[in-house]
C-alpha cells in the first residue's frame, strides 16, 4: 500500500490529546501556534496537533514533541481578547512526523498519514467491542460524573479502532497513558491497551469510592452532632435552661471579683470561667469546670487572722486548758516572745511524741487558740499514696485536691495551726510514698510554692504554723524528722492524773453530757478507783471514756430514781463500771524461782513485762516463747551465752546446757513485745532457774546486756518507772547511763521508787536474787 504524505502547520499541544474522530476546542497563545493556524487555515483547514512532553514548557524544540499526532480540521475560530484564539477541530487521522520542513515562524512538518486497517476476525472483533462497552459503561458509573447517554453515540460503531479512539478520548488519563493509546497502531493492540487502563482505572475508582464512603460517614457524625447540639441549645433556650447557664456563669463571676484572689489565680479562674461559658453547665465537663471553680475561689488564698502576741494571754490559756505539758507550753510562748520581735519568722514544725491520750492533739488546739489562729487537723495514719497529700491530675475522673489544700480550704485562714496527726503511721507502696510529698509542705524553704496537682496553681503555705504527732519516732522517715523540732509528752502519773481528772476531764465531761449545774460531783475515791481498776494506760483517753460512761449512767439512775443530786462514791463506781477490769498492786507478793518482772516501753506507753524460765531435762534446747520479736530473741541468746560463760560464778552447773532444755516465755502472749531492754531481765530470770535462787519480788529491772556482761542504757525511763510504780514495784534496777534521766521522772515517783544503778550484769543479780533460797523476802 502507497504511503501518504502531507506537508502542514503544527502546534504543539500542552497537556492534551487528540484522538481521529474526537471534537474539541483549545485555546492557542503562543505565537508560533498562532502563525500556524493562520498558515492552516489558508491551506485547506488541516493541521498537525502533536502532544508536547512537557506541558510546561513555553518554546518546545523538536525533540521536545512527540513525533505521534493527529491531523485535524479545523472547524472554527474564535477571537478571544488578548491574543488568545479559541479554536474548535475534529481529529481525523493518526499522522507520524516525519520531518521538519521549517521551525521558524512557525513549525511546518511533513507527516505520514496512518491509515487504519481492521484486521481482526469478525467474532473476536465482536467480543472486543462488547467488553469494551462493558468497561467503559462501568466506568461512567464509577465516575458519576459523566453523561450516560454517550453509551448510546456509542451504540452504532462497528468499527473496533474507532471505538477504541472514541472511549479513549473519554477517559480521565495521565497525559503519557494517552499519548501511548495513540501510538498503538495496531488496532488489537490498542484495544488491548485501552482495556488494561480502563480495568486498573476501574479499580482505583472502585477503592477511591470505598475511601469516600467512609470519609463520608465520618463528616456525616459530625454534622450530626452539630446539628444534635445545636438542637439542644434551642430546647434548652426554650426550657430557660440556657439562660440558668447564663446566670451561672455571672455568678461564678462576680464570686470570683469578690474573692480576694491573687493575679495569677483570678487570670486562671477567668480562663475557666471563658470554658464553662463553652461547654454549659449541664454537660459533664461543665461539672467538672464549676467543681475546680469552687475549689479555687473557696481557698484562703489572702485571708489571714491576726496573731495574738499577748504572751500573758498566751500562757493563761495554756495553762487553764491543759494540766502539765510545760516543754510544749514553753515552746509555744519562746516562739511568740521571738516573733513579737521579728514578724517574719517562721512557724516552728513541732513534732509531740508520747504515747495515745496524754493530750498531744488537745494541746495543739489550745496553742491555736492561743495564738488566735483557725486549727485544722489531718490524719496522716495509714496514708500510703502520694495523691493524697499532692492531689490527683485533673484528668483523673472524680479528681480532687490533696488533702493539704483540702486542709487549707477547712481553715478558711492563710496562717492556721495545722496539726498533722500520727506522722508515724504513715506507709508507702508502688503509689508514691507520702512522706517525699509532706517535706516538700513542711519545708520552709519550698513550701511557699506548694503546688497541687489538682490546682495546678500554686499556693503559699509559709504561713501556717504546722505541729505533728507521733506515738514512736521509730518509724518516721528519717528526712522529716530531720525537719522537726521533738518535743516528748509522756504518760502521766497517778496523781498528775487524778489531777487532770478533777480539773479537766469531769468538767469537760459533764458539759458534754449536757450537765451544767453541780448536780453531780465525783469524789477523789470514786475517781482513784477508776484510774486503778478501769483503766491501764500511760494517757488518759480511756480515763475519759470511764467518767463519761460513769457520768451517763448516774444520769440515768438520777431519773430513774428521782434523785436530785449525785455524788460518786468508790462504790457507786463499782456499780455503774461493773467488776473491776484490771487488778493492779498485783505482783506476786512470793519471790519465786525464775520469775522476773522487766520494764518494757511501747509506743503505747511503759508497762511491766515478766519474764519466765524453767528449766527440765534435756539435751541444751532453748525454747522461746511468748511472741518475742527478733531483738528480744537475740537478746535471749545473748543472755544465755553469757550465763553459760559464767556459770561457775554463780554455782550453776557447768554441764547445764548438755543435759537441760531451757525455756523462756514472756506471759500475755497475745502482744508482740521487741526491744533489747529486755537483757538484764533474762540473764537474771535464767541464773534464777537455773541456780534455784529466788527473785525479789518487789524489784523490777530493765537494761541491755553485752557479751562480757556490760549493762547498756535504755529509752523511755519515764515511762517504765510510771508502770512499774502502778503495779507496786518498789525497787527499780536500771543501767547507771541513765542516771540524768532520772531528773525527768514527777517527784512524787521518785520518792517511791528506790533507784539502782547498775553497770554490769553482776550487780544486777546481786540486788535482784535472794542468797538464800528458803528466805523468804
Ligand atoms: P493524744 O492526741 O495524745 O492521743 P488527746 O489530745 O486526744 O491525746 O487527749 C485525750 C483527752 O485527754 C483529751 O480530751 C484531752 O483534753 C485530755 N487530756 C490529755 N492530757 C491532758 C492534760 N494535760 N490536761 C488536760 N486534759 C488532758
Avoid at 491573687?262 to 463553652?278: N, T
Avoid at 511524741?353 to 492533739?361: M, S
Avoid at 534496777?733 to 521508787?753: G, M, S
Wanted: net charge neutral; glycine share 6%; with cysteine.
Amino acid at each position: 500500500m502507497e504511503k501518504e504524505f502531507k506537508e502542514l502547520p503544527l502546534i504543539p499541544l500542552r497537556g492534551i490529546t487528540i484522538f481521529p474522530y474526537m471534537v474539541l476546542h483549545f485555546d492557542v497563545g503562543r505565537q508560533k501556534s498562532i502563525l500556524a493556524l493562520e498558515e492552516a487555515m489558508l491551506n485547506g483547514q488541516e493541521i498537525y496537533l502533536v502532544t508536547q512532553k512537557d506541558a510546561r514548557m513555553e518554546e518546545p524544540e523538536p525533540e521536545d514533541i512527540f513525533t505521534i499526532g493527529t491531523v485535524c480540521n479545523i472547524k472554527q475560530l474564535l477571537k478571544l481578547p488578548g491574543d488568545t484564539v479559541r479554536v474548535l477541530v475534529e481529529g481525523v487521522k493518526r499522522a507520524k512526523l516525519s520531518s521538519y520542513i521549517q521551525q521558524d515562524p512557525f513549525y511546518k512538518v511533513n507527516v505520514e498519514i496512518i491509515d487504519e486497517v481492521d484486521s481482526i476476525p469478525n467474532k473476536k472483533c465482536e467480543a472486543l467491542i462488547r467488553t469494551v462497552k462493558d468497561s467503559f459503561d462501568e466506568y461512567i458509573k464509577l465516575t458519576g460524573t459523566m453523561p450516560a447517554d454517550i453509551l448510546l453515540t456509542l451504540d452504532d460503531i462497528e468499527s473496533p479502532g474507532r471505538l477504541a479512539d472514541i472511549v479513549s478520548s473519554y477517559l480521565v488519563l495521565r497525559q503519557d497513558k494517552k499519548q501511548e493509546l495513540l501510538e498503538a497502531y495496531e488496532i488489537d493492540k490498542r484495544l488491548d491497551k485501552l482495556l488494561i487502563l480502563m480495568k486498573n482505572e476501574i479499580e482505583i475508582l472502585k477503592i477511591e469510592k470505598k475511601i469516600g464512603v467512609r470519609v463520608k460517614n465520618k463528616i456525616d457524625k459530625v454534622q450530626k452532632d452539630y446539628y444534635l447540639r445545636e438542637q439542644l441549645k434551642a430546647i434548652q433556650e426554650e426550657l430557660g435552661e440556657d439562660d440558668e447557664d447564663k446566670k451561672e456563669v455571672n455568678r461564678y463571676k462576680s464570686r470570683i471579683n469578690k474573692a480576694k484572689l491573687p493575679k495569677y489565680v483570678k487570670e486562671k479562674a477567668l480562663y475557666e470561667l471563658e470554658r464553662l461559658k463553652g461547654t454549659g453547665g449541664y454537660s459533664a465537663e461543665g461539672n467538672v469546670i464549676k467543681t475546680y471553680l469552687d475549689w479555687i475561689i473557696d481557698l484562703p488564698w489572702n485571708n489571714q487572722t491576726e496573731d495574738n502576741y499577748d504572751i500573758k494571754k498566751a500562757r493563761k490559756i495554756l495553762d487553764d486548758e491543759h494540766y502539765g505539758l510545760k516543754d510544749v507550753k514553753d515552746r509555744i510562748v519562746e516562739y511568740l516572745a521571738v516573733k513579737k520581735m521579728n514578724e517574719s519568722l517562721k512557724g516552728p514544725i513541732l513534732c509531740l511524741v508520747g504515747p495515745p491520750g496524754v493530750g498531744k492533739t488537745s494541746i495543739a488546739r489550745s496553742v491555736a487558740k492561743a495564738l488566735n489562729r483557725n486549727f485544722v487537723r489531718m490524719s496522716l495514719g495509714g496514708l500510703r499514696d502520694e495523691a493524697e497529700i499532692r492531689g490527683h491530675r485533673k484528668t483523673y475522673v472524680g479528681a480532687i485536691p490533696g488533702r493539704i489544700i483540702y486542709g487549707m480550704k477547712q481553715a478558711k485562714s492563710k496562717n492556721p495551726l495545722f496539726l498533722l496527726d500520727e506522722i508515724d503511721k504513715m506507709s508507702n507502696d508502688f503509689r508514691g510514698d507520702p512522706a517525699d510529698a509532706l517535706l516538700e509542705v513542711l519545708d520552709a524553704e519550698q513550701n511557699s510554692t506548694f503546688r497541687d496537682h489538682y490546682l495546678e496553681l500554686e499556693m503559699d503555705l509559709s504561713n501556717v504554723m504546722f505541729i505533728t504527732t507521733a506515738n514512736t519516732l521509730d518509724t518516721i522517715p528519717r528526712p522529716l524528722l530531720d525537719r522537726m523540732e521533738i518535743i516528748e509528752v509522756s504518760g502521766y502519773t497517778y496523781e498528775e492524773k487524778l489531777h487532770i481528772a478533777k480539773n479537766h476531764l469531769v468538767p469537760k465531761q459533764l458539759k458534754e453530757n449536757g450537765i451544767n449545774d453541780k448536780s453531780i460531783k465525783f469524789t477523789d475515791s470514786g475517781i482513784k478507783l477508776i484510774i486503778d481498776s478501769y483503766t491501764r494506760e500511760s494517757g488518759v483517753r480511756s480515763l475519759e471514756r470511764r467518767i463519761g460512761s460513769v457520768i451517763r449512767k448516774a444520769l440515768t439512775d438520777m431519773l430513774e430514781n428521782d434523785k436530785k443530786t449525785c455524788s460518786i462514791t468508790a462504790n457507786l463506781v463499782k456499780k455503774y463500771l461493773g467488776s473491776e477490769i484490771y487488778t493492779y498492786d498485783k505482783i506476786d507478793k512470793d519471790d519465786k524461782v525464775g520469775v522476773v518482772t522487766g520494764m518494757a516501753w511501747t509506743a503505747y506507753g511503759g508497762d511491766t513485762l515478766p519474764v519466765e524460765a524453767s528449766i527440765m531435762d534435756g539435751n541444751g534446747k532453748l525454747e522461746l516463747t511468748g511472741q518475742l520479736g527478733d531483738v528480744m530473741q537475740e537478746s535471749a541468746r545473748a543472755a544465755f551465752s553469757y550465763v553459760r560463760a559464767h556459770a561457775y560464778e554463780y554455782g550453776i552447773d557447768n554441764e547445764f546446757y548438755k543435759n537441760k532444755d531451757i525455756h523462756i516465755h514472756a506471759p500475755e502472749g497475745a502482744v508482740p513485745k521487741d526491744g533489747p531492754s529486755a537483757g538484764v531481765t533474762m540473764v537474771t530470770a535464767l541464773v534464777s532457774a537455773l541456780s534455784g535462787k529466788k527473785v525479789k519480788h518487789n524489784v523490777a529491772m530493765t537494761g541491755e546486756i553485752t557479751l562480757t556482761g556490760r549493762v547498756l542504757p535504755i529509752g523511755g525511763l519515764k515511762e517504765k518507772c510510771l508502770a512499774a510504780h502502778r503495779v507496786g514495784i518498789d525497787t527499780v534496777i536500771v543501767p547507771k547511763d541513765n542516771k540524768r534521766d532520772v531528773e525527768k521522772i514527777p517527784e512524787a515517783i521518785k520518792e517511791k521508787l528506790k533507784f539502782l544503778f547498775a553497770s554490769d550484769i553482776d550487780f544486777v543479780l546481786k540486788n535482784a536474787l535472794l542468797e538464800d533460797t528458803n528466805n523468804v523476802n
